[in-house]
């Protein structure tokens, strides 16, 4: 069965530090990955998907995420914090092909000082 | 503006009472979920639908229900709540192999 596992509930960085958010996954198949983000009181919002083309996939607000079969990592970066990235992150997998469940990550929170 | 809709927002009610979180989205999406999400868990899948008339279980589908006889709407059904319900839920839809478009979730107290 796939699943994705998030290291840090927590994660903390000064505003224009690198932003690492680690998710390693498990799946037999290729899997089809995501990153969504939730800011307080919102739902759900698509950051980036891998769907088995590029490794190296560019999401909205700077973010990117490198696909590394080798280590089963997805991890999720991006250059320089600003404070409006605090929010809550989920790693993400599903299956290829028809309708397949979504198996959501545990979540990191990020934190950005000042 | 495409978007999934979720009501009520917020919802403390008591033990036993049965109620209902409506969700509809105006994509045409085939395909519809809901989700818990709770500290610590991440979101877990209650259930799911393909299409009209077909839902099937999700991870944690005990004592809830769902039905879905358009496709645009998807509610999810606590016959009788129990203070283990209490949580943030999430209503989601997509077309098949696309990301899922979540709405911003109803967050129900149960006493």
């Known amino acids: 069965a796939q699943s994705v596992t998030q290291l840090g509930s927590h994660v903390s960085v000064s505003e224009g530090a690198l932003v690492l958010l680690r998710c390693n996954y498990s799946s037999s198949v290729p899997p089809y990955l995501f990153w969504y983000v939730q800011y307080p009181n919102q739902g759900l919002q698509l950051l980036l998907k891998y769907t088995s083309a590029a490794t190296l996939v560019k999401g909205i607000n700077g973010f990117e995420a490198e696909f590394k079969k080798s280590e089963t990592s997805f991890h999720l970066t991006k250059p320089s914090a600003h404070m409006s990235d605090a929010a809550e992150y989920f790693c993400a997998v599903k299956r290829t092909g028809g309708f397949q469940k979504l198996v959501f990550g545990t979540g990191t929170r990020l934190l950005v000082s000042p | 503006e495409a978007q999934v809709t979720q009501n009520p927002r917020y919802l403390i009610t008591v033990t036993g009472k049965k109620l209902t979180v409506t969700c509809s989205q105006n994509m045409n999406h085939e395909y519809m979920s809901w989700y818990r999400q709770d500290p610590g868990l991440g979101l877990r899948q209650i259930y799911y639908?393909?299409?009209?008339?077909?839902?099937d279980k999700g991870d944690v589908p005990e004592g809830y229900k769902v039905s879905r006889k358009e496709k645009r709407n998807f509610p999810l059904i606590l016959e009788s709540p129990s203070p283990n319900q209490t949580s943030l839920y999430f209503c989601a839809s997509s077309v098949p192999n696309q990301p899922q478009h979540f709405g911003d979730g109803t967050r129900l107290s149960i006493l």
């Open positions: 639908s393909m299409n009209v008339e077909v839902t």
